[in-house]
């Protein structure tokens, strides 16, 4: 598996999100684009690209305007990290042969040597990444947080 930048952008910008996010509130606060573009230091030009790809995905909503913003549209813990990555960079796997996009291209497939040590990697990969929510991410950052001392005056 291969991370991108904009499966890297667009993680952050859903952990960003998930930190705001109030459980059983009938509206969500609106966080703006800018705001996230500082805090998560993603270039502001590329965040709003990758906005409408988690929007038209279903994950993002958003109220145009000045006093508009972003919020979540689905429950942090129903956000896997797997589902993201798969949506911004595709499958998993580490060679394409193991995807399951399809009946694989490769004449040797059937023969191949590799093809169990792919496909275990592939499972150990999606194991991991379909099993971690942005909820779970988002508990760990407050986590971190709280740990730091600050000392500042």
Known sequence: MRLTYKG??????LLDLALKYKPGATQQELVQIKDISKRQ??????LGQIILTLKGA?????KRGHDGGIFLAKHPGKITLGEIVRLTDGPTSPITCVSN??????DYSKKCP????????R??????????TIEDMAIKCKANTKNILDYSI
């Open 114 to 121: 590799f093809k169990g040590v792919w496909e275990k990697v």
């Open 123 to 132: 499972d150990s990969v999606n194991e991991i990444v379909d099993n971690v």
């Open 8 to 13: 890297d952008y667009a993680l952050k910008i």
């Open 41 to 46: 230091d993603i270039p502001f030009k590329y």
């Open 101 to 106: 996009t399809g009946p694989s291209k490769c």
């Open 58 to 62: 279903g994950y993002i909503y958003s």
